[in-house]
């Protein structure tokens, strides 16, 4: 696995593809791993993802831990900058006021843009395989959009895409169940705000001011 890829991207796999845009999201996920409702550990993501056309992408981020649901076990801030052409990270630290330059040694291809058509049928495809079933056209994040449907004997799973903006995907849901329908595992990623258009220059520059470190 590419390091910079990983700072680039975050494991936001759900906000990949270089057309630009400004996207603030929240994503929450748990995972029950006993019978009972004392081992679940819930993860909370919110934040702002930067993508510029030349492949250049910002992400600021914060991650809250939680045990047993809801008791807090720690948060995180990540802010982190891609920049393409130069093929150069940068790991941020806003509380300490410095800055990691991290030279990429690799570099990695955006998977092939898929055909943007009204119902986004390729996206719902790629994304939930091919017995997606079309089951709304509504609106998130004041965008219009289509939501797709899947539904296995221990999983759903939907998501709904941007017909007119590449079919990028505004929000997702996924569910596992054990044997008898108890639910041992949720996430939900939803678009807050969507701004289509290159983002500040300023966006892919890291702080003045911040010490090296």
């Known amino acids: ?4 890829a990983l700072v680039a991207y975050l494991g936001l796999w759900q906000l990949s593809g270089n057309y630009p845009r400004t996207v603030t999201f929240d994503l929450e996920y748990w995972e029950n791993s006993t019978w009972g409702l004392h081992n679940i550990e819930r993860h909370h993501v919110k934040g702002t993802v930067s993508v510029s056309a030349d492949g250049s992408r910002a992400n600021t981020i914060n991650r809250a831990y939680f045990k047993h649901y809801f008791v807090p076990s720690g948060d995180t801030a990540i802010h982190t900058i891609y920049v393409r052409p130069t093929n150069v990270a940068y790991s941020i630290d806003d509380k300490t006021r410095t800055t990691e330059v991290v030279r990429c040694a690799c570099n990695w291809g955006e998977a092939a843009m898929l055909a943007s058509d009204a119902s986004c ?3 719902a495809k790629a994304v939930l395989g091919s017995k997606a079933m079309l089951v ?11 939501r797709y449907r899947t539904t296995g004997s221990k999983d759903e799973h939907e998501a709904a895409f941007a017909a007119t903006f590449y079919c990028d995907m505004l929000e997702e849901k996924r569910a596992t169940y054990n044997s008898i329908g108890i639910p041992t595992s949720r996430s939900h990623f ?3 705000s969507y701004a289509p258009g290159e983002p500040r ?3 892919f520059r890291p702080p003045s001011g911040y010490a090296a470190r």
């Open 121 to 123: 049928s390729a996206a």
């Open 136 to 146: 709304a056209f509504e609106v998130v994040a004041g965008i219009s959009a289509v």
């Open 190 to 192: 939803i678009v807050r």
């Open 201 to 203: 220059r300023e966006s």
């Open 1 to 4: 696995m590419c390091g910079c």
